[in-house]
């Protein structure tokens, strides 16, 4: 059973930084993509970061510049590190990796006030 489990959400003020971190009970090495979404109350989730196998990682325009994505293989370990945040930013944020299979993890309130 593969199992996805978030960390680092909270609250923070406008401009302040987190960094989300998710643990994967599997090889991420050989995942075809992983990443972060997010979904804000009465809203789609929405893609926010994404790697792939191939190397490209892909952002939302709304939060290029400000989020980093990154991996620890040999953890198995995916992070968002979020600066410069934005009451807009605050969402229910998940972690995902697709090995064919999309699997989620179970979310991290991030809440950020103005």
């Known amino acids: 059973q593969v199992q996805l489990v978030e960390s680092g959400g909270g609250l923070v003020q406008a401009g302040g930084s987190l960094r989300l971190s998710c643990v994967v009970s599997?090889?991420?090495?050989?995942?075809?993509?992983m990443g972060w979404y997010r979904q804000a109350p009465g809203k789609q989730r929405e893609p926010v970061a994404t790697?792939?196998?191939?190397?490209?990682?892909n952002y939302a325009d709304s939060v290029k510049g400000r989020f980093t994505l990154s991996r620890d293989n040999a953890k198995n370990m995916v992070y968002l590190q979020m600066n410069s945040l934005k009451p807009e930013d605050t969402a229910v944020y998940y972690c995902y990796v697709h090995w064919g299979v999309v699997y989620w993890g179970q979310g991290t309130q991030v809440t950020v006030s103005s």
């Open positions: 599997g090889s991420i090495g050989s995942a075809n993509a």
């Open positions: 790697t792939t196998s191939s190397g490209t990682t």
